[in-house]
């Protein structure tokens, strides 16, 4: 009882992809701003394996660590957060060794190794240990979703974003979608096979060929997002089409200022995705499998971008 009435939380995101890392960033900042409080995020770091915490030792986009909100206490960069994120670090590592020796022999929780310090928290306003559908009704989840939930990045990486959008060949007064196509490039590439599960969330550039004319017909840019071990795609180069993964311009600033800043996102399921749901950007989204374990559909969405296209 007296943790709750403490003016903030802790809580430490998943790092293991930048879509779950992103969930969990949106739905802490909902419960601090629900409960009016603020949340402290803390990270671990990647060491060597096995105290590695990003899936498969990629990496996780560093600038999605800094993302700044009124409803988050301590910068990335403050030395309270640095500290905790070495604590978490060491604390973490020393589960993964009891993991490594105990559970051969017995099977233990996903904690020891995933840190999960408030996780369980921010799916709900009181734990219970059984499902009672009246209480899932009294959390009121439509007034969260509906309300803007305002997240930004450093005042240092925008300017820095807006400077390097200028010399991608984006004016200052244009206007531009992301495109995404997931396909198996970015995890084959690390010997990494995905399953059923992955797989159908992938789909073609090509395919998107001609909702790219649109956009660039009615006047936007269109910024293909992803990675540079993915299909390259070559239907519309230098006519207001950038193929962003094979610029120079790639990096982890740019792939989340990007998404921050264009009209609408338009792509699948997938971690990207989940960037473009962080920041509440409008989504256009084909071919996606049932989102029964995935965001709830927002009517702006859908209403925002059918306006446009008929226009």
């Not at 996780?60 to 409803?71: G, M």
Request: include cysteine; hydrophobic fraction near 40%.
């Amino acid at each position: 009882m007296f943790v709750r009435k403490l003016p903030f939380f802790i809580q430490t995101p998943w790092v293991g992809a930048i879509g779950n890392m992103s969930e969990e960033i949106y739905y802490g900042l909902l419960r601090a701003r629900r409960e009016n409080r603020k949340v402290i995020f803390f990270f671990p770091y990647d060491l060597f394996k096995p105290f590695v915490f990003s899936k498969n030792g990629l990496g996780v986009n560093s600038e999605l660590k800094k993302v700044e909100s009124k409803y988050r206490l301590f910068s990335y960069n403050h030395p309270i957060s640095i500290i905790g994120n070495i604590a978490l670090t060491i604390g973490a590592s020393i589960l993964i060794l009891v993991d490594i020796t105990i559970g051969r022999i017995y099977r233990l929780p996903s904690w020891f190794r995933i840190p999960s310090i408030g996780s369980k928290a921010i799916w709900m306003h009181k734990s219970s240990k059984k499902f009672l559908p009246n209480r899932v009704l009294s959390w009121d989840w439509g007034n969260d979703f509906s309300n803007y939930l305002e997240i930004t990045l450093p005042d240092k990486s925008n300017r820095k974003g807006s400077l390097i959008m200028k010399k991608m060949g984006i004016p200052d007064n244009a206007w531009y979608v992301c495109v995404y196509a997931r396909d198996s490039g970015y995890y084959s590439s690390k010997g990494y096979k995905e399953g059923r599960i992955k797989e159908i969330r992938n789909s073609d550039i090509d395919a998107y060929k001609k909702s790219i004319k649109l956009i660039i017909d009615k006047g936007g840019y269109v910024v293909r997002l992803g990675d540079s071990r993915m299909k390259e795609f070559t239907g519309m180069k230098g006519r207001g089409f950038i193929d962003y993964p094979f610029t120079e311009f790639k990096s982890d600033l740019m792939d989340l200022y990007l998404i921050k800043n264009c009209k609408f996102f338009l792509g699948p399921i997938s971690g990207i995705y989940d960037v473009a749901a962080m920041f509440q950007i409008a989504s256009l989204m084909p071919n996606s499998i049932p989102n029964t374990l995935s965001y709830p559909l927002k009517k702006r969405i859908y209403l925002s971008i059918s306006m446009f296209m008929t226009k």
